[in-house]
């Protein structure tokens, strides 16, 4: 048989060419699900970033004012033209929810601009005449004769600030900084900081949790890799029964567990351990507890994983050398399986750090973390704003440690 | 290899009699919460106290006959199908093509395609609260079912793309070259191979959506109330046996799926 007339050049061109061809099938075959993914959760974060910087209530309710204002340096004397815009946007607006929204968001700002916006726009609206103002054509003057507050050049900036299309102050807040009135940026008196003890309070219960879920998932996948094969399996299945039991089956079992007449204190005193019932729910012992439940098959899988890789020769190798068998273990054996206890670390403090439903049933008011922050700003207080920046820093803290977790977990199965 | 046999000294085995000892425990612990509300659900008390003061049915015969929870059970039984068959053919698709595809990117596009799974949930609630309510998808299945099946999918890819890491790309080639066109070797050789993995990345998505509560709150309104939503007013509010039946019956489901998974997964090493 005669070899096909083909030279090395045009065959590597073949070679080449069909690689291409296979991968623009394959990205065909992802593009679903890639656009999929883009319109259902890209595009909404997306819009959650935009809004944590900027707020689209106080530019949409005070339009000619934002306007007047966005050439104001915030040191000059404010332009007359912003204090008769003000008068003709609040003439303009007639849902006085809408106006309450904005009047209670300047007010976080400016404590007192609540009541001088409502009391403003309440004048403007039923006998404006009794309270020196025209409402065909407004004077400059009219708004500093009817409350002196208006001559506060504070006020102003905080609708200024508002108003902008880039507003960091809500991020800013997250983090416990501030701007100033020159725009410089500096940190929140320790007395009236919220969200860095929010913050800390997250990454700490989140550590904890982490700590322990490592302490007792690494002798526990130790024993289940010793384990002869029907053993085996027979703890994985106590091991996985957990982590596909819903969340809230086991929040529900929690709180019976440990409640005040709880089985838990029922037993210790049954016992003869304590006299008295410990408070182990609504505190932080409880969200603990719950949270290392809940969490730590998440480590015994990846750790599991990666002792089985361990070839089993090596500690004999060890022993047989003259090391002691424990000395073999820290030495030889341990090291092995680093990787494991990495991805299993990692992916067990992403999980903790973004956890609400476990520490909203069974923390107290002191245990709450980022995420309960996030929901309560968005659900309780309406303020969305303060919602999407408190949801940035979450999102922020959680992608620079996927990263690090796509980056020691190439190797292992969850990696995958 | 274990170190128990070579363990000679008094010390060391005592050592690991502690550890076993520690680990019976663990299980213990990681298997009572799942099974401690079996027997309180069967109470014929109103609290769920131990010792039980009488065994009856009436917490399931309460459950059964009480609206919320049926219209609860009724809703999760409509999302959770529908946003797993979205997962599904979406994941299995991607993995097929992640796997043919060969360019330099790829990892990164395999992270990006995979971060839904790590993206908090709380932020996911949230950005489609924002996004969708101006379209009209807030308060709705269509929305819920849309975003559950984003947060599955991720799940069907890296399951379906484990099976596809042991495949035989000769079959391809023999099938193609038997002269079967690309749409009859997908459904005919490949399919039947990876099918274990699609059926558990589905699973993996199924509960996804069955257990989210997160979500839920955010983007579904009185009519679309689930199961786990539910739920997690009942806990809230007043905890009763009747919330006990329901955590047994989800218990009960779990373990059928669980082993479904487990005998799949069996089949897939073989």
Avoid: K
Avoid at chain 1, 18 to 40: D, I, Q, S
Avoid at chain 1, 175 to 191: H, S, T
């Amino acid at each position: 048989m005669t070899p096909p007339a083909v030279d090395a050049p045009t065959l590597a061109r073949a070679v080449r060419r069909e690689r291409r061809r296979r991968t623009a099938g394959g990205l065909l075959l992802v593009a679903p699900l890639l656009v999929f993914l883009g319109l259902t959760l890209l595009l909404p974060i997306g819009t959650l970033l935009a809004r944590a910087v900027h707020d689209p209530q106080v530019a949409t309710a005070l339009p000619a004012t934002a306007q007047a204002l966005d050439a104001w340096d915030r040191v000059a004397p404010l332009p007359d033209a912003a204090r008769v815009a003000l008068q003709r946007d609040l003439l303009a607006a007639t849902d006085d929810a809408r106006i309450g929204g904005v009047a209670r968001r300047l007010n976080g700002d400016v404590p007192g601009a609540r009541s001088l916006v409502m009391g403003t726009w309440r004048a403007l609206h039923h006998d404006p005449a009794a309270a020196g103002f025209d409402p065909t054509a407004p004077r400059a003057a009219a708004l500093e004769a009817f409350d002196a507050r208006w001559a506060d050049p504070a006020v102003w900036i905080a609708i200024a600030r508002n108003a902008a299309a880039f507003n960091p102050d809500d991020l800013l807040a997250a983090v416990d900084l501030r701007r100033d009135a020159q725009g410089g940026i500096a940190r929140v008196p320790a007395d009236e900081s919220a969200f860095g003890r929010i913050l800390a309070r997250t990454l700490g219960v989140s550590a904890a949790v982490t700590a322990l879920c490592l302490l007792l998932g690494y002798p526990l996948a130790w024993w289940i890799s010793t384990l002869p094969p029907q053993r085996a399996a027979l703890a994985m299945i106590a091991v996985l029964l957990p982590f596909w039991t819903s969340v809230l089956v086991r929040a529900a079992a929690w709180v019976v567990l440990l409640q005040r007449e709880g089985l838990v204190n029922q037993a210790l005193i049954a016992a003869g351990v304590i006299a008295e019932p410990l408070a182990l729910i609504f505190n932080r012992t409880g969200v603990v507890i719950s949270m290392t439940h809940v969490l730590l098959p998440f480590m015994v899988l990846p750790l599991l994983a990666a002792m089985r890789a361990v070839p089993p020769t090596l500690m004999r190798a060890a022993v047989s050398l003259g090391s002691p068998p424990l000395q073999a273990f820290v030495r030889v054996w341990m090291p092995q399986t680093r990787a494991g206890v990495a991805a299993g670390v990692l992916l067990v403090f992403i999980l903790a750090l973004g956890y609400y439903v476990t520490p909203a049933l069974l923390g107290g008011a002191d245990d709450q973390m980022l995420s309960y922050y996030v929901a309560r700003y968005a659900n309780v207080e309406i303020d969305w704003g303060m919602a999407c920046a408190l949801a940035v820093v979450l999102l922020a803290a959680t992608l620079v440690l996927y990263t690090l977790y796509r980056r020691v977990a190439r190797d292992t199965v969850l990696g995958a | 290899m274990s170190p128990t046999s070579l363990a000679t000294h008094p010390l060391e085995r005592a050592g690991l009699r502690a550890v076993r000892a520690l680990c019976v425990a663990l299980l213990a612990f990681l298997l009572a919460p799942v099974l401690v509300l079996v027997p309180l659900s069967f109470s014929d008390g109103s609290f769920l106290t131990w010792p039980v003061p009488g065994w009856s049915l009436r917490w399931y015969d309460d459950v059964l006959h009480s609206d919320a929870w049926l219209r609860a059970a009724r809703n999760s039984f409509i999302v959770a199908p529908a946003a797993t068959l979205i997962a599904t053919v979406l994941g299995t698709l991607a993995a097929v093509g992640l796997a043919r595809a060969d360019f330099i990117g790829r990892g990164l596009l395999t992270s990006l395609l995979i971060a839904p799974m790590v993206v908090p949930v709380i932020v996911v609630g949230l950005a489609t609260a924002l996004a969708f309510a101006p379209i009209g998808l807030g308060d709705s299945f269509t929305g819920l079912i849309l975003v559950h099946a984003a947060l599955g999918a991720p799940f069907v890819l890296t399951t379906v793309t484990a099976t596809l890491d042991g495949f035989d790309r000769n079959l391809i080639r023999a099938s193609a070259s038997l002269g079967a066109d690309p749409w009859a070797t997908f459904r005919r050789v490949t399919l039947p191979l990876i099918a274990p993995g699609v059926v558990s990345g589905a699973l993996f998505a199924f509960a996804t959506s069955f257990d989210d509560v997160v979500v839920t709150l955010f983007l579904a309104g009185p009519t679309q109330v689930t199961l786990p939503r539910q739920m997690f007013t009942g806990i809230r509010e007043n905890i009763t046996p009747a919330i006990a039946a329901v955590a047994t019956l989800l218990v009960g489901f779990t373990t059928a799926s669980m082993l479904a998974l487990e005998w799949l997964r069996g089949r897939r090493e073989r």
